[in-house]
């Protein structure tokens, strides 16, 4: 995201029975700009029972959230397919939740438009990416719709059963962190050579009893004898006097 360039920045989103999801970029139009980001989330059993337009609300907040230091302070426009959105800042809401909602929107400065549902087709496969989830399957809880608990870290305008929830959910789904490799042992060098030698077979005895290897009480005469068969050596040995 290049602020000093003129060119408008858009944050598409989508929201679907199981999740969210949306991209933001840049270009001169929000279906041929160019994505910076990328994101789905999947909606919790509690969320299930959200009206549409708080599904389609979060979807908008969870995005914020995620790219916050991106589009904070820059102007931007938001894509829904939700109609109603584009009233949201119209209707004088005095639900403490939307108010929460209203009041963290009220930071950035954006518009919002509206499009037709089929024509917002990347946006909407990001927001079904959950739907082959089995209904026991779970995953990392940052993976989850996490915007209206953030936003209300206390609960105090949460219904009762995202509340009970949340605490369920912080106590059984923990992030799964890749694990990381262990350092290998260090292995010293003795113990290598003892594996080592355990591999190899030790030289039979016999080979010594059988072969005629000399002594080494006998092993100057041996010499004697090799010298006499070199022809160089041969002439120093007879003559030792000569050759000092």
């Known amino acids: 995201m290049d602020h000093r360039k003129e060119e408008l920045i858009w944050v598409v989103t989508d929201a679907s029975a199981r999740g969210v999801g949306g991209y933001y970029g840049q270009g001169a139009s929000w279906h041929a700009c160019r994505p910076a980001g990328f994101m789905s989330c999947k909606f919790t059993p509690a969320q299930f029972n959200y009206a549409t337009w708080e599904h389609e609300l979060l979807e908008v907040l969870e995005v914020l959230l995620r790219w916050e230091d991106k589009l904070l302070g820059l102007r931007f426009t938001i ?7 584009t009233f949201f800042q119209e209707v004088p809401y005095t639900m403490p939740g939307c108010m929460r909602w209203w009041e963290y929107l009220s930071r950035f400065d954006f518009k919002i438009e509206y499009i037709k549902g089929e024509s917002n087709k990347v946006a909407d496969s990001l927001s079904c990416y959950y739907m082959s989830d089995r209904p026991n399957e779970t995953h990392d809880i ?7 608990s ?30 990381e490799k262990e350092a290998p042992d260090i292995i010293e060098p003795r113990i290598v050579e003892a594996v080592e ?13 059988t072969e005629p290897y000399p002594r080494i009480n006998d092993v100057l005469s041996v010499f004697e004898s090799k010298y006499l068969e070199d022809r160089f050596f041969s002439e120093m040995w007879k003559s030792p006097d000569r050759h000092s």
């Open 197 to 209: 030698l355990c591999k190899n077979s030790e030289v039979p005895k016999a080979r010594w009893d």
């Open 142 to 148: 940052s993976e989850y719709v996490n915007a209206d």
């Open 79 to 85: 894509i829904t397919d939700h109609k109603a959105l």
């Open 150 to 179: 953030r936003l209300d870290p206390e609960g105090y305008d949460l219904p009762n059963s995202r509340r009970e929830e949340l605490v369920s959910m912080r106590a059984t789904l923990q992030p799964q962190k890749p694990r």
